[in-house]
Every structure is written in C-alpha cells, then in structure tokens.
C-alpha cells in the first residue's frame, strides 16, 4: 500500500481555502491549532493528523473524502465524489441544466 501524498493533500486545503476566502487564521479557530500548523499542513511541513482534519473541512465546508479523493485506488469513485461535492454548490436551476447535459452526452 502506498502512503498518503501529503504535499496533494495540504494543497487541496488551501486551494479550497483561498477559493473560499478564508484565513489561516480562521481554519486554526475552528480546529483549535495554530496558525503556523495550518501553514504547515498546507505546505508540506507537517502530516495532517485524522482529527485535524475532520476538523479543518468542518471548517472549510468540505469532507473527507473530497479532500482524500485522488488517495483512492476506485479513481471513478473519486471523480464522482469531487462531481457531487462541486453539485452541491449549485442551485437548482443550474443542477437541472447539468443533469440535461449528462443525460445528452449518455
């Protein structure tokens, strides 16, 4: 078994992070470590531990398993996962244009 890319896993939270507009500082708040750990996480200095990060997508809005889900060895799995996470984004009117679309391209 391989071990977890860490390096993909701390840029997925901060990419999530900054496109979310929220601060180091805040995600250190709601899971209840420094700062300078978040920046740690996100750069590679440190390996996210399993409660920090529950912790931080809680504060992200995010789950585990899209922030996991290149870490998958079912890649259609995790596409699905990323597919449903990005959905939940939208409201209705655009979730009935995607599915028209997926039913065309099927």
């Not at 507009?21 to 399993?50: C, G, P, W």
């Not at 597919?83 to 009117?93: M, V």
Request: with cysteine; hydrophobic share 40%.
């Amino acid at each position: 078994m391989k071990n977890l890319d860490f390096c993909k896993i701390g840029k997925k939270i901060r990419d999530i992070r900054i496109e979310k507009r929220l601060t180091q500082e805040y995600i250190a708040d709601m899971a209840d470590v420094n700062t300078s750990h978040i920046s740690n996480i996100e750069n590679n200095r440190v390996k996210i531990s399993l409660s920090t990060l529950v912790h931080v997508c809680n504060a992200l809005g995010t789950t585990v398993d899209h922030i996991l889900a290149e870490e998958y060895l079912d890649p259609p799995s995790a596409i699905d996962q990323t597919i449903l996470h990005e959905l939940h984004k939208c409201d209705a009117s655009t979730k009935e244009r995607i599915l028209k679309i997926i039913q065309i391209l099927q």
